[in-house]
């Protein structure tokens, strides 16, 4: 399974840098002089191979200079590549509250412990989404086929997360899951 490490915003300049979002923990390590990235279109399967000729931080996001991209036109194509990694190479985490994306989707998220209606299955997380404010958890609502519920992805409303149950407990403030929050077409 792939994991999405970066994605190229925009290109820099006129010598072909790029504006690098950052989607890792180890940018040091994934984007290093010399590194090979593999990389490609959103929508496209192949995936291209790219080193790294140099590498700066700007304004919170990385510039890079890639081998065979020298002028503002080629980095103007990459424009909205993400570069990958397989899960299978990731190293398992030390820390007991630290998880990778691919290991949250798909689990089934409930009520947390200690609520009157603990155990209530709430739906399933369909993706984890890096917001400027943190992490938010986009969950599919049990029983539905479309719609999310947005989860902030803090202990204090994501008490539990046991990966190798499968399963999530929230204990989310009154009103995060109201089925017409957020929804203008209710009329009152």
Same mark, same amino acid.
């Given at each position: ?6 994605? #190229?915003? =925009? ?7 790029? #504006? #690098? ?66 899960? %299978? ?19 089934? #998220? ?7 209606? %603990? ?24 029983? =539905? ?10 202990? %204090?409303?994501?008490? !539990? ?22 929804? !203008? !077409?209710?009329?009152?």
């Amino acid at each position: 399974m792939e994991l999405v490490v970066g994605r #190229v915003v =925009k290109s820099h300049g006129i010598r072909g840098e790029l #504006v #690098v979002e950052v989607r890792t923990d180890e940018p040091e390590e994934r984007f290093a002089v010399g590194a090979e990235l593999r990389g490609r279109k959103p929508r496209e399967k192949t995936l291209r191979t790219f080193v790294v000729e140099a590498v700066r931080e700007h304004s919170g996001r990385l510039l890079l200079r890639l081998r065979d991209v020298a002028d503002r036109n080629t980095a103007d194509d990459m424009r909205g590549t993400v570069f990958v990694i397989d899960t %299978a190479d990731l190293t398992p985490s030390d820390d007991p509250d630290e998880f990778y994306d691919h290991e949250l989707e798909g689990l089934a #998220v409930r009520m947390a412990a200690g609520r009157p209606d %603990a155990g209530t299955p709430v739906g399933t997380v369909i993706e984890v989404l890096h917001s400027a404010a943190g992490e938010l958890l986009s969950v599919r609502p049990e029983g =539905k086929n479309s719609g999310e519920i947005l989860v902030p992805f803090v202990t %204090a409303i994501v008490p !539990s997360v046991a990966v190798a149950e499968g399963v999530i407990e929230i204990d989310p403030p009154e009103g995060l899951l109201d089925p017409g929050f957020g929804d !203008s !077409s209710d009329e009152e």
